[in-house]
Nanobody
Framework: QVQLVESGGRLVRAGDSLRLSCVGSGRTFSTDAMGWFRQAPGKEREFVGGISWAGSRAYSDSVKGRFTISRDNTENTVYLQINTLKAEDTAVYYC?????????????????WGQGTQVTVNS
């Protein structure tokens, strides 16, 4: 069974940093593009950023400069480092994988999804 499992979400203070992890199992994701998305209360799920199998990264304008995505293909894991957290970063964060090398922002282009991890930022 193919799975993506996110972890690392918790209650934090504004200005803190946090690292989220997403571990894949059931198949190798080393040649997949991996994406991070988030869904804030009452809002649509949105693209945060992604990383190709070769390490090329793309970010949404709203998080550029504060979010960093990395991956460890030997561990089938992708990370999302979030710095200088803001109240508006409060959301459920999801990782997703697509069976292609390119990072895309459209959710429908992703084949596998995790269940999400909650990040809550207290201001």
């Amino acid at each position: 069974q193919v799975q993506l499992v996110e972890s690392g979400g918790r209650l934090v203070r504004a200005g803190d940093s946090l690292r989220l992890s997403c571990v894949g199992s059931g198949r190798t994701f080393s040649t997949d593009a991996m994406g991070w998305f988030r869904q804030a209360p009452g809002k649509e799920r949105e693209f945060v950023g992604g990383i190709s199998w070769a390490g090329s990264r793309a970010y949404s304008d709203s998080v550029k400069g504060r979010f960093t995505i990395s991956r460890d293909n030997t561990e089938n894991t992708v990370y999302l480092q979030i710095n200088t957290l803001k109240a508006e970063d409060t959301a459920v964060y999801y990782c997703a994988a697509r069976r292609d090398y390119r990072v895309l922002s459209q959710q429908t282009q992703y084949d596998y999804w995790g269940q999400g991890t909650q990040v809550t930022v207290n201001s």
